[in-house]
């Protein structure tokens, strides 16, 4: 069942949070992870009691705006991709395939997916306690027991609302499934790394992954609101480390799209580097050959027999090209200006210059954009530290560590649902072995 509580005027909730809550299993998180976890532990063991509870109102918020709603849930390509499938498929969601080897529910609906996940934590008996927050997690040696505190009701992610009841919770296993840093609109706060670090786990440094890049080196002013398709590269210090295919979107701020995301992960600094260590290039040239429309271009302005023939200034030599902010940059950072004669384009050198400027378009990365628009978290619990098969800590029994806090971050393209799944899945199946 799941149990919701608001706060009224008078201090009554639907639902009075006892002092004191047992069960063999409680997890802390419920976002994909959790929910996996949580119903992956009851289908493995029906008599256990599995506790979950989750901070927001509904369950899943981070995961219905994945995909931009369309949830992408996995990836061919994946670690344990027939793991995940099998188990999604068990629990009666229905996927379909896109030529990049991208997993969705055939609806294309993200909220289906989490409304089902419910569905099926309601059959199987799972207690889920939402508006619920935890504030503290120890472990007690002499008990075996983890007790964590938590708070329901107004302000509970303070817990100091006089309309916040306090309860401890009692569990011999416990998961800790509450996501990173990333998206805090969705209630990541990055609580779990505190709680881990006072487990004894090492949490590595944090950073926003999968995010835009704030960009200079060029006239963002007229590029704003373009897309292209692209091939796009990443170096550092001169070196190319990585490099994407797709759609790249330019802001007033730089450069966004699923690529640059993909690249924002490859940035990884060491002591010393800084933004300037970096840049982005873009090839604009994949799909024309852009040195034979500027020849055809330089012949039909040379052939013209015209006497009132007015040539074209260069800018308009690209257009059903480029849209015109994508071709002033290309001229600008070719060393041209958009309003010259045409007639440049006798020469072929200044034609190679143009189609080497496309071919390269270059960005000076500044900064990245921060946890609000970041789609993930770089860092978290070392993987050594965890048992990859149970996702069990190898420091404190009975302790399960799964999803976003992890030090894992996939690429876009449904990796890190699927890595959330796989965790979760493993997790439960465990516990449900272990109790």
């Not at 991709?81 to 999604?88: H, N, Q």
């Not at 302000?155 to 401890?168: E, F, I, Y």
């Not at 007015?310 to 902010?325: D, N, R």
């Not at 628009?373 to 770089?378: L, V």
Request: hydrophobic share 35%; net charge neutral.
């Amino acid at each position: 069942m799941s149990h919701k509580c608001r706060g009224n005027k008078g201090g009554d909730l639907s639902l009075k949070l006892p002092k004191t809550l047992r069960g063999d299993f409680l997890i802390i998180g419920g976002g994909p992870a959790g929910m996996a976890a949580a119903i992956s532990a009851k289908r493995s063991n029906s008599k256990i009691d599995v506790v979950l509870i989750e901070k927001n109102e509904i369950m899943g918020r981070k995961l219905r705006a994945t995909g931009n709603g369309r949830c992408n849930i996995t990836n061919v390509n994946a670690e344990g991709y027939s793991e995940v499938t099998s188990f999604l498929s068990s629990l009666g969601i229905v996927t379909k395939t896109n030529d990049n080897g991208f997993l969705y529910p055939v609806s294309e609906s993200a909220a289906d997916v989490s409304e089902l996940l419910e569905l099926r934590l309601k059959q199987l008996g799972v207690k889920v306690y939402t508006g619920v927050t935890a504030l503290e997690v120890s472990y007690d040696s002499d008990k075996t027991e983890f007790v964590t505190s938590v708070s329901m009701g107004e302000a509970s992610s303070q817990g100091k609302s006089a309309n916040a009841l306090k309860c401890t919770a009692y569990s011999s296993a416990l998961v800790i499934a509450v996501g990173g840093k990333s998206a805090p609109v969705y209630g990541s706060t990055g609580d779990g790394y505190r709680w881990l670090r006072k487990l004894g786990h090492t949490v590595t440094r944090l950073v926003p992954s999968l995010a835009p890049i704030e960009c200079s080196g060029a006239d963002l002013s007229k590029l704003s609101g373009t897309r292209v398709r692209t091939e796009a590269k990443l170096f550092k210090n001169g070196e190319e480390i990585h490099r994407e295919c797709g759609e790249v979107q330019f802001t007033k701020f730089g450069l966004s799209g699923i690529c640059v995301f993909n690249l924002s992960k490859m940035m990884k600094f060491e002591p010393g580097d800084t933004f300037s260590s970096f840049e982005i290039v873009l090839d604009l040239c994949r799909e024309i050959d852009l040195g034979d429309v500027l020849k055809c271009a330089a012949e039909r302005t040379g052939s013209t027999s015209n006497e009132s023939f007015v040539s074209e200034k260069l800018v308009e030599v690209f257009k059903t090209v480029f849209k015109e902010g994508v071709a002033l940059e290309i001229i600008r950072q070719a060393g041209f200006k958009a309003d010259e004669d045409s007639l440049v384009l006798s020469s072929e050198e200044a034609r190679d210059k143009l189609v080497a400027s496309a071919s390269a378009l270059k960005f000076q990365p500044t900064g990245q954009k921060g946890w609000k628009e970041a789609q993930c978290t770089s860092g978290g619990v070392v993987e050594s530290e965890v048992d990859q098969s149970s996702f069990e800590s190898n420091l404190v029994k009975n302790l399960y560590i799964v999803g976003e806090v992890l030090d894992y971050d996939g690429f876009c393209g449904g990796y890190n649902l699927n890595h959330a799944f796989l965790s979760g899945k493993r997790a439960g199946a465990a516990v449900a072995d272990r109790i």
